[in-house]
């Protein structure tokens, strides 16, 4: 079983920036996707990116150009750089990470960062 421990989060201004990282207990090549989402109150948990082993990238639309993910490979550690935040971006992000076992996918999760963005 994959453990993943989130950290970075806290609160923030609107227009500043904060990096999220999330570690892994194993070595992030047996993980297929590692992906950050994030939940509002009220709210359903939505994506918002996600990077492939072979280093593809996904975004959601109400992020692109403001926050990047990337990793490093020698940590088994995931980023999301996060830039231009706004109060809308105020949420509990979590961690996520997709591991093939056994022809079925398995997915975990971090205990999850608040991030909290004032006006």
């Known amino acids: 079983q994959v453990q993943l421990v989130e950290s970075g989060g806290g609160l923030v201004q609107a227009g500043g920036s904060l990096r999220l990282s999330c570690a892994a207990s194993?070595?992030?090549?047996?993980?297929?996707?590692m992906g950050w989402y994030r939940q509002a109150p009220g709210k359903q948990r939505d994506l918002v990116a996600s990077?492939?082993?072979?280093?593809?990238?996904d975004y959601a639309d109400s992020i692109k150009g403001r926050f990047t993910i990337s990793r490093d490979s020698a940590k088994n550690t995931v980023y999301l750089q996060m830039n231009s935040l706004k109060p809308e971006d105020t949420a509990v992000y979590s961690c996520?990470?997709?591991?093939?076992?056994?022809?079925?996918?398995?997915?975990?999760w971090g205990q999850g960062t608040q991030v909290t963005v004032s006006s």
């Open positions: 996520s990470a997709d591991v093939p076992k056994s022809m079925r996918l398995y997915r975990y």
């Open positions: 194993e070595t992030i090549f047996s993980i297929s996707v």
């Open positions: 990077v492939t082993t072979g280093g593809s990238t």
